[in-house]
């Protein structure tokens, strides 16, 4: 029996949901008490989750009102193929995300409204940003701009001030922290091919001749780095420091996928699926991981990082006690956060769709030097972009 089988089994009462049944997501809504009197869904489309079920419903009143709202329906299986297990309880963590983050103004006002949730058939109502994309895009060309970058590290540092020791009980760790875990910390360095249904979201880790017809010499690159004693022991070292982590709020998959830009240029954040209590330095890590993986300018990655250590634009001094900034950031956990999550997207089985043809010749080694410049970051603590 699928794993979909199975679970419609033993849940009689979940009805999985899909974009183009609209009269279902019709029925299910009306039932959970989420549509207004004499309203209706006229339309659902799919905007493409690749683990969750997420789309944009549009409903309409007898009367003529018109809204629109986006669903999402979080199962124990990737939505992508459905033969490969989630864990069961990602609903609870992305629902308490959206309740703690509630408190902090500064950072909820970047994300999407939570509107209505139901437990029982694992769904959350959010706030339709309209006419948004996500910035995946930023993996292809193109500049995220100075002005973003400098909004997505102030809401990291808003959602460090605004929960620092602050941590809620209720909120445990859960499946989606051992899931990250095994992502960045075991499956990149399993034998290649390895992996399957073991491995969530990510793929099996390709082989060397798939990495090198990614890029000339990755496939040797990647097999001395699994071999590399020390660099091994730096990994697994910050693993189990990413486990007992548990000082802030933090996202936990603060990338280009989950950003989104508004048709005015705005950005915001979506898909805190993996969110929880941690490190601060775990969100700015993997965001400078991906922007340095799409080649975003240095100005760029510069005003990310000031931005979320709360740097002063005007005198460039980060903020003391007085200020709300608290121990300063480790920069060498930043480096060590952002190299697993390079290391993982470069030789790992979470491949990003990097467009390699776009590069000019001379850049041609890119993934080679920045695999290097992850395992100086993880080993020793040191990454150029942090240095300055
Ligand atoms: N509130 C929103 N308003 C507009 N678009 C949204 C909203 N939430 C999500 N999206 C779009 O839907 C896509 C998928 O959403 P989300 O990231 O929550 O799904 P997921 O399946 O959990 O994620 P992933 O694809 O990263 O596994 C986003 O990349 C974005 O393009
Ligand atoms: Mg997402």
């Known amino acids: 029996m699928s794993r979909r089988a199975e679970f419609e089994a033993e849940h009689p009462e979940v009805h999985v949901l899909s974009a183009d049944q609209a009269g279902r997501v019709d029925l299910v809504m009306g039932a959970v008490g989420w549509l207004g009197d004499e309203e209706q869904v006229t339309t659902c489309a799919s905007l493409g989750g690749e683990s969750s079920t997420v789309m944009r419903v549009e409903l309409q009143e007898l009367r003529g009102g018109w809204r629109t709202a986006v669903l999402k329906q979080s199962l124990p299986w990737l939505r992508r193929d459905e033969s490969v297990a989630m864990p069961g309880d ?20 970047l994300m999407p409204r939570l509107m209505a949730a139901n437990k029982a058939r694992f769904l959350l109502l959010l706030e339709d940003f309209r006419g948004a994309s996500n910035l995946v895009s ?10 973003a970058a400098e909004a997505l590290g102030l809401f990291l540092w808003a959602l460090r001030c605004g929960t620092r020791g602050e941590r809620d009980a209720e909120f445990a760790p859960g499946g989606m922290n051992r899931l990250s875990h095994r992502l960045l910390f075991e499956a990149p360095f399993g034998s290649p091919g390895e992996g399957g249904n073991g491995f969530g979201p990510d793929g099996p ?32 070292e910050l693993g189990r420091r990413f486990l007992g982590a548990g000082d802030c709020l933090v996202h936990g998959a603060f990338h280009p996928g989950n950003w989104l830009r508004l048709p005015n240029g705005d950005v915001r954040v979506v898909d805190p699926q993996y969110g929880g209590w941690g490190d601060a330095e775990f969100d700015i890590g993997t965001a400078a991981a991906h922007l340095l993986l799409a080649r975003q300018p240095g100005e760029v990655v510069k005003s990310f990082l000031a931005a979320a250590a709360g740097v002063d634009v005007e005198d460039g001094e980060e903020p003391g006690e007085a200020e709300g900034g608290g121990p300063g950031l480790d920069r060498a956990l930043i480096a060590g956060y952002a190299g697993v999550e390079i290391v993982r997207r470069l030789i790992g089985g979470g491949q990003l769709p990097l467009e390699a043809a776009q590069l000019p010749k001379a850049e041609g080694g890119f993934r080679c030097d920045l695999l290097e410049a992850a395992r100086t970051a993880v080993v020793s603590g040191r990454l150029e972009v942090l240095e300055t």
């Open 205 to 236: 880790a390709p082989d060397e001749g798939a990495l090198d017809d990614i890029e000339p010499g990755l496939g040797a690159a990647a097999s001395a780095l699994r071999s590399d004693g020390a660099f091994r022991e730096a990994v697994a």
């Open 90 to 109: 990602r609903w609870r963590g992305e629902h308490a995300f959206y309740s703690a983050v509630a408190r902090v103004p500064e950072a909820a006002a």
């Open 138 to 147: 930023l993996y292809l060309g193109g500049s995220l701009g100075e002005g």
